[in-house]
């Protein structure tokens, strides 16, 4: 596998169900991203992880709870969503997160989730 | 608050024109440009990057940065039909691997 890579590619889940969504990349990048994508609106970044350690959060509600247990691997946590989370969730990577310059992210092919 | 805009389109040319897509952002700390692609229903992948004010051309493809009045532009020469998608423009801030997206402008090429 090369490049950033994410599981399910599709997700339907109930309001109560809890669900999680995986990312892992292979590019030896040290900086890993998860952004909520929907229709008509901008990409919104949800979190960051620099070297396994989460550097932003961008008021996010708690029903969703990230993991970085590595610099490869990223989770999504999801539980008691509701219909307006239905969206593409986008994994990216870049090589770091500070540094002179911004670093290049590199996205995963995304997971479509639909909340009934 | 950073924002980017971009025009949402769709901007229709006929294959073989140019193509001119643009982007404001209003944070004049603004030090790093880019311009992903992303087809309908997949995720955004990178077309190019800009830092410095001027021109940067890669192929058919030329990124445009006027820091001056904060726009970035990206001009497709030959459009080809295999062009059409929507083009997100992303602004990053220095020492932060953040950015900011546009909503993205769709661009139709028909043959």
């Known amino acids: 596998e090369t490049g950033v890579t994410q599981t399910p590619r599709h997700l339907v889940m109930g309001m109560t169900n809890k669900k999680s969504l995986k990312c892992e990349q292979h590019?030896?990048?040290?900086?890993m991203y998860w952004y909520k994508q929907s229709a008509k609106k901008p990409l919104e970044l949800m979190f960051v992880y620099s070297l396994e350690e989460r550097v932003e959060n961008n008021s996010v509600p708690s029903r969703f709870s990230p993991e970085c247990p590595n610099s490869s691997h990223l989770f999504l946590h999801l539980h008691t969503l509701q219909p307006e989370d239905s969206a593409l969730y986008l994994c990216a990577s870049s090589q770091d997160f500070r540094g002179g310059s911004v670093d290049t992210q590199y996205f995963g092919p995304g997971t479509r989730l639909t909340v009934l | 608050q950073k924002e980017v805009e971009q025009n949402s389109g769709p901007l229709s040319v006929p294959e073989g024109a140019i193509a001119s897509l643009n982007c404001t952002y209003s944070d004049r700390g603004s030090q790093s440009f880019f311009w992903y692609r992303q087809y309908s229903g997949k995720s955004p992948e990178l077309i190019m990057f800009i830092y410095s004010n001027g021109d940067k051309e890669d192929g058919r493809f030329t990124a445009q940065l006027n820091k001056a009045s904060q726009y970035v532009s990206l001009l497709i020469r030959d459009s080809q039909p295999s062009d059409s998608a929507t083009y997100l423009c992303?602004?990053?801030?220095?020492?932060?691997?953040?950015?900011?997206f546009g909503k993205g402008t769709m661009l139709l090429v028909s043959p």
């Open positions: 590019l030896g990048h040290n900086a």
């Open positions: 992303a602004v990053g801030y220095s020492g932060y691997s953040t950015l900011t």
